[in-house]
C-alpha cells in the first residue's frame, strides 16, 4: 500500500464527484450498509466530537445500544445522525484522517448529502424546511412595497414571532434577518447608471459581483461595501443581468431537482463572462463554494460549470491575488486597532488560506486574532425550534473567545454566522463583516 493511502499519509485530501446518477444512488439497502461502514469507522476514530452535533448524536445512540457498536443502533435512527449534519464540511477537510485518498475513502460529509437526497425523494421534508430555503422566492416577496414592512414587523413583534413558532416551528427568539428596500441590486445598477465614463473605465481587472440572496434582499450594506473596495482598488465591476439563488440551501435540504434547476439558470450567464475573463466575486462564503466545489462535483462532465469554478473568487482572495501583483491600494486611512475575527467554515474548506486575516494586517496599527470554531447557525439550522439549542452551544467557544480579547471590532466573513455570534454575545458590540472593515480603514464613506 502506498503511504498516501495510509492513515497520517502524505496525500492531500482528494473529492470525487457525488454520483447522484449512479445506479444504486437511490438504493436505500445499500444507503444504510454505507451509513453503516461510515459510522462504524466514525465511531471507532470520535475526532470529530466537538464540531456539530451529528457526532454526539451518533455515539449517543452507539453507547446506549444493546451492543454499544453500530450494529446495536436500529437503522430507522440512522436520520437522527443525517439532521444534524448542516454540511459544514469541516470534518472532511480539518479532521478526518480517513477521506480519500485513504483506502477507507470516507466522505461524511457527502454521505450525509446522499441520505438527505434520499430523504427528500422519499418526501420527508417539512414544509417549513421548503419554504425557508426558497431565498429567492421569500426575498423578492419581502421587498415588496407594503409586504416588505409587515414582514419586518412581525420579525421584531413577539406575538407575531410566538404564532411563527407554533406554525412553522421557526424559535421565537432565533434571530430573523430584517428585509431591505431597495436591494443591492438596484441600487447598484443606479450607481453604474450614474457613473461617469472615467468612473466606469477601470483597468485594474474586472469583476461580475453575484450579489447572492443574503446581500441583496437582506444586508446590502455588505455587497455595497465589496463595490467600495473594487471600485477603490481600480476594478470595474457589473452585475448579472439576472441572478438566481446559488442552490446551496436547497442542496443543504437535499433537493437535487431545486440544484439542477438553478444551475442551469445561473451558469450559462456566468459561463460567458468567465470566458470573456471577468473573475466572479460573491461575499458570502457558501454562494462562493457552491460554484466552486459543490456544483463541480455534481455535474463533473459540464466543461461551462468547471469554467466559472475557476473564475469564482473569495473577495479577499481576489484582493490577495491583487495585493500579490502589486495592484493593492495600501494607503489606508484609520486603523482597526484590535479585530476578532471568525472564520468561516465554507470559507475555510475553500482551501484558499487566511486571506481575509493578511488583507486586514495590511492596516496599519491593526491586529487581528482568528477563531476557527463553527459558528453553528448554517443559515437555516440556527432559526428552527429543535435545533436552536445546539445551534447555541456549538457558537459558545467562539463568543467566549471575543470576551477574552475584548476586541474594537469583531466580524466574520459569514453574514448570518456574525448575527449570530452577535445575538449570543449579547453586548451592545456588534458584527461588522470585513468588507465593512477594510471600507473604514480606506476612509470610504458608506
Given at each position: 500500500m502506498s503511504d498516501e493511502k495510509r492513515e497520517g499519509g502524505l496525500g492531500a485530501p482528494t473529492r470525487y464527484p457525488l454520483g447522484q446518477h449512479g445506479e444504486k444512488f437511490y438504493d436505500k439497502q445499500d444507503l444504510h450498509k454505507e451509513l453503516e461502514r461510515v459510522y462504524d469507522i466514525c465511531h471507532g476514530c470520535r475526532r470529530?466530537?466537538?464540531l456539530c452535533n451529528s457526532f454526539p448524536t451518533l455515539f449517543d445512540l452507539v453507547d446506549e445500544s444493546d451492543t454499544m457498536e453500530v450494529d446495536g443502533v436500529a437503522v430507522a435512527d440512522y436520520q437522527k445522525v443525517v439532521d444534524q449534519c448542516y454540511l459544514c464540511d469541516l470534518c472532511y477537510l480539518t479532521k478526518?484522517?480517513?477521506?480519500?485518498?485513504?483506502?477507507?475513502?470516507?466522505?461524511?460529509?457527502?454521505?450525509?448529502?446522499?441520505?438527505?437526497i434520499v430523504n427528500f425523494e422519499d418526501g420527508n421534508t417539512k414544509f417549513r424546511d421548503?419554504?425557508?430555503?426558497?431565498?429567492?422566492?421569500?426575498?423578492?416577496?419581502?421587498?415588496?412595497?407594503?409586504?416588505?414592512?409587515?414582514?419586518?414587523?412581525?420579525?421584531?413583534?413577539?406575538?407575531?414571532?410566538?404564532?411563527?413558532?407554533?406554525?412553522?416551528?421557526?424559535h421565537q427568539d432565533a434571530w430573523l434577518p430584517a428585509y431591505s428596500r431597495p436591494t443591492l441590486r438596484t441600487s447598484l445598477a443606479n450607481a453604474f447608471e450614474s457613473a461617469t465614463p472615467d468612473e466606469a473605465a477601470r483597468d485594474n481587472g474586472k469583476v461580475v459581483l453575484f450579489t447572492t440572496c443574503y446581500c441583496n434582499f437582506n444586508e446590502p450594506a455588505i455587497g455595497d461595501s465589496l463595490y467600495k473596495v473594487l471600485r477603490h482598488n481600480n476594478v470595474s465591476v457589473s452585475l448579472m443581468a439576472?441572478?438566481?439563488?446559488?442552490?446551496?440551501?436547497?442542496?443543504?435540504?437535499?433537493?437535487?431537482?431545486a440544484?439542477?434547476?438553478?444551475?442551469?439558470?445561473?451558469?450559462?450567464?456566468?459561463?460567458?463572462?468567465?470566458?470573456?475573463?471577468?473573475?466572479?466575486?460573491?461575499?458570502?462564503?457558501s454562494c462562493v463554494l457552491m460554484f466552486k466545489q459543490e456544483l463541480p462535483l455534481l455535474y463533473p462532465d459540464d466543461e461551462r460549470v468547471q469554467v466559472v469554478a475557476?473564475?469564482?473568487?473569495?473577495?479577499?482572495?481576489?484582493?490577495?491575488?491583487?495585493?500579490?501583483a502589486g495592484k493593492l491600494n495600501t494607503q489606508f486611512k484609520n486603523s482597526l486597532g484590535n479585530v476578532s475575527y471568525h472564520v468561516a467554515c465554507h470559507q475555510r474548506v475553500q482551501s484558499i488560506g487566511p486571506r481575509t486575516r493578511q488583507i486586514l494586517e495590511l492596516v496599519p496599527g491593526t491586529t487581528v486574532k482568528t477563531i476557527e470554531r463553527c459558528s453553528g447557525h448554517d443559515g437555516t439550522y440556527a432559526v428552527k425550534k429543535e435545533s436552536r439549542a445546539f445551534a447555541n452551544k456549538i457558537v459558545a467557544p467562539v463568543v467566549k473567545q471575543i470576551k477574552q480579547q475584548a476586541p474594537d471590532h469583531f466580524g466574520s466573513d459569514c453574514p448570518v454566522a456574525g448575527r449570530h455570534i452577535e445575538t449570543n454575545l449579547a453586548t451592545d458590540q456588534v458584527h461588522e463583516h470585513p468588507l465593512q472593515l477594510l471600507c473604514k480603514a480606506y476612509g470610504i464613506e458608506e
Open positions: 470529530c466530537v466537538s478526518c484522517p480517513y477521506v480519500p485518498p485513504h483506502e477507507w475513502n470516507l466522505d461524511f460529509p457527502h454521505l450525509m448529502l446522499r441520505a438527505k421548503r419554504l425557508i430555503t426558497s431565498t429567492d422566492m421569500i426575498g423578492k416577496a419581502a421587498t415588496l412595497p407594503v409586504i416588505n414592512t409587515i414582514v419586518n414587523a412581525v420579525t421584531n413583534n413577539k406575538t407575531a414571532r410566538g404564532a411563527l413558532e407554533k406554525t412553522l416551528e421557526i439576472r441572478e438566481h439563488c446559488c442552490g446551496m440551501p436547497k442542496l443543504e435540504l437535499g433537493d437535487l431537482k440544484v439542477e434547476m438553478l444551475m442551469q439558470r445561473n451558469i450559462p450567464e456566468l459561463y460567458q463572462k468567465a470566458m470573456e475573463g471577468w473573475s466572479i466575486l460573491a461575499a458570502v462564503p475557476r473564475a469564482f473568487h473569495d473577495p479577499f482572495e481576489y484582493l490577495h491575488k491583487l495585493h500579490k
